[in-house]
């Protein structure tokens, strides 16, 4: 199984980033998964345990965001908000910040991590 995510920020841009993410996926590395849908999206459907902040509503929610203390997997519902979502908060100061692409291919490999642990 192979779980490819896109780094969002520069200095991300290391080659081996993407292993290094799956290995704390893997090894059950803390991180939050945020849902930059719309919530009538988001209500629809979603990946257990995200949070939603609406694109649009991002910006207000930096100043808590830099308080996380995890890795950041943005989605949406192809990764084109996700990766504008990674782009604003770059931005902002945020390194460690990934396009996690389409909340539904994320949560069928998340899922497969499960199963495979």
């Known amino acids: 199984m192979v779980l490819y ?55 207000a ?6 308080k996380v203390e995890k890795d950041l997997i943005l989605c949406c519902a192809s990764g084109m908000r996700s990766g504008q979502a990674c782009t604003i908060l770059a931005q902002y100061g945020l390194k460690n910040v990934y396009n996690g692409g389409s909340w539904s291919i994320l949560q069928f490999q998340l899922n497969d991590i499960k199963l495979e642990k």
């Open 5 to 59: 995510f896109v780094p969002c920020y520069s200095v991300c841009l290391k080659q081996n980033n993407k292993k290094q993410i799956m290995e704390g996926l893997q090894n059950d590395k803390e991180f939050m998964i945020i849902d930059v849908r719309t919530l009538g999206e988001y209500e629809r459907g979603h990946i257990e345990g995200s949070i939603n902040i609406p694109l649009n509503e991002l910006e």
């Open 61 to 66: 929610s930096v100043d808590e965001l830099k």
